[in-house]
């Protein structure tokens, strides 16, 4: 349960989407190699396959970029953007990282969350950032969480949250530990309200957050590929000294032990959402 | 304190001290257990049923590690399963049906990383006692008798109370995992072990735990019987309060928020 890959250099793909720069089909392209087929796909290409290669392999997508890509245009209306955290337990560094994160990245902390609508149907929404150190939750993260699912509870709204995390964050310590019991209270009572909510789990859902909100939800789908788990995969090794099975703790293994309903690749990924979030408005007879 | 907080990792990793089930024989009487989760199968690291805590009837749940070389291995070295989870919630139902409180003895390092597990959902099975013991109609205390292991120990202790002995620890990850990812070494564990505030008097200063346990004659009948008081009474207390409930979601929900800002 901890956050990996901390502040791992930009790739390409990456600087791609935040500038999103002019791109030509001249040679000189920034190209990037998908570690699935082994293949260089041109940047263009993937922009315009919404960051999904054409075998199939779903590249890591920044928060902003997913709001953009889900949300109707121009009907996402953020909710607590200031509200970030300290550093409670003086931990060594953790100050000096979040400051250099931030700058980086642009963003206050590791989820954002808002009203928004899909096709015209209105819901809360959240969506974590795999390069906001590796969307783990510390006290902001669980703080925001928990205040989006009040939020939705008094204004009887669903909720959908796309999940990525690395999990608690281990620099806050036992606080970011207590904020799964905390998001997964607001869950709940959100829950009892007969409210809907869908999460749709990507690349990565680990530990703390696997472990709380992530898997509370109603409806459950994932990106195909996606790591889903509580353990890594590496500290599952070490400790049963045993291979593991094929695509251990991939979405597809995770859907053949039933633990999620359905895996949704980002194409059609919005109307399959939207379609779900009309289901539950009642129809009308 | 005399003791660094790493040293009090290792010594509440070590076989010496009282686990759950002396607690469970010595602080209630004419324990009956109830295994299984009935959806899977029994987790030995998991020990539930009811008992008499005085005259009251109490579901008791704890996490049992064993003393013995043998009784670790069989007990999963107190690492719980998916189904440990289950049969724990599975218990706490029952006691919420026939209206007891629930005593939760927490001892563990984390819930057990392996295939099975994962296979059979460890993440979801502790998201669902987390969501489920939130609005639990009956009183809940959880006890940390040694380790606190982040989400396997956070899974039996959503509690009205928590209570800590003042040698036990409670942290999100051990001290040499938190060293290996941040500071690619595993010997910085004393350091991390610091940096974590694991100790009980750290989790009492973050508001997590609400009372730190003195070990005076620990595992010893003075301790037991002291202990047993203490139960008796804050059920007392809890049993009469009709707001438990949400004094229960008030009491995680502010967990963390005074540093935020903005």
Request: charged share 20%; hydrophobic share 40%; glycine share 10%.
């Amino acid at each position: 349960m901890a956050f990996i890959n901390f502040l791992k250099p930009k790739n390409q793909l990456e600087e791609g989407g935040r500038t999103a720069a002019p791109v030509h089909e001249d040679a000189g392209e920034p190209e990037k190699t998908c570690p699935n087929c082994h293949k260089p796909i041109p940047l263009s290409r993937l922009w315009a396959n919404h960051l999904v290669c054409p075998c199939g392999y779903h590249f890591r997508m920044n928060a902003r970029q997913r709001l953009a890509f889900i949300a109707d245009k121009d009907s996402f209306q953020e909710l607590f953007p200031q509200l970030r955290g300290g550093d409670p337990l003086q931990f060594p560094g953790y100050t000096a990282k979040l400051e250099t994160v931030r700058s980086v990245s642009g963003e206050t902390e590791a989820v954002i969350c808002g009203t928004a609508a899909l096709d015209g149907q209105k819901c809360c929404l959240f969506v974590m950032d795999p390069y906001f150190m590796m969307g783990s939750m510390g006290t902001a993260v669980g703080e925001k969480i928990t205040r989006l699912f009040e939020y939705a509870a008094e204004r009887r709204l669903p909720v959908i949250g796309f999940t990525v995390s690395g999990g608690a964050r281990m620099q806050e310590g036992l606080l970011s530990l207590m904020q799964m019991a905390k998001t997964s209270a607001a869950v709940k009572r959100h829950s009892d309200a007969g409210l809907l909510y869908i999460a749709v789990l990507t690349d990565p859902t680990t530990g703390g957050v696997t472990a709380s909100f992530a898997m509370e939800a109603d409806i459950l789908l994932a990106e195909p590929g996606a790591t889903i788990g509580f353990a890594g995969a590496r500290v599952v090794e070490q400790t049963t000294k045993k291979a593991l099975p094929k695509g251990f703790q991939s979405a597809e293994f995770v859907l053949s032990h039933g633990f999620v309903d359905s895996l949704i690749p980002r194409e059609g990924q919005k109307q399959t959402l939207s379609e779900i979030l009309r289901l539950h408005q009642g129809g009308t007879t | 304190m005399s003791q660094t907080p790493y040293l009090l990792v290792k010594q509440a990793r070590g076989s010496s001290r009282p686990t759950g089930l002396d607690y469970i024989t010595n602080l209630f009487q004419g324990f009956l257990e109830f295994h299984g989760d009935r959806r899977y199968g029994d987790d030995p690291a998991v020990v539930g049923g009811v008992a008499w805590l005085g005259g009251s009837p109490v579901t008791v749940i704890a996490i049992e590690k064993g003393h013995t070389a043998k009784e670790r291995s069989a007990r999963n070295f107190g690492a719980p399963n998916p189904e440990g989870y289950r049969k724990a919630l599975r218990l706490m139902k029952q006691a919420e049906k026939f209206g007891r409180p629930v005593i939760c003895i927490i001892d563990t390092s984390g819930a057990c990383c392996g295939i099975g597990a994962e296979e059979r959902g460890q993440g979801q099975a502790i998201a669902e006692n987390l969501m489920e013991m939130s609005t639990l109609c009956v009183p809940v205390i959880s006890l940390l008798i040694g380790e606190g292991g982040s989400g396997g120990a956070l899974a039996l202790a959503v509690a009205d109370r928590v209570w800590m002995l003042e040698n036990a620890v409670y942290s999100v990850i051990s001290p040499e995992g938190c060293a290996s990812i941040l500071w690619k070494d595993a010997a910085k564990a004393e350091e991390a072990a610091a940096s974590l505030k694991l100790t009980a008097q750290d989790a009492l200063g973050l508001g997590v735990v609400d009372r730190v346990l003195s070990e005076a004659d620990l595992g010893r009948q003075p301790f037991y019987q002291r202990l047993r008081g203490m139960l008796r009474q804050e059920l007392q207390i809890l049993a009469a309060d009709p707001d438990l409930v949400s004094k229960r979601y008030s009491r995680y929900r502010r967990m963390g928020t005074e540093t935020l800002r903005g």
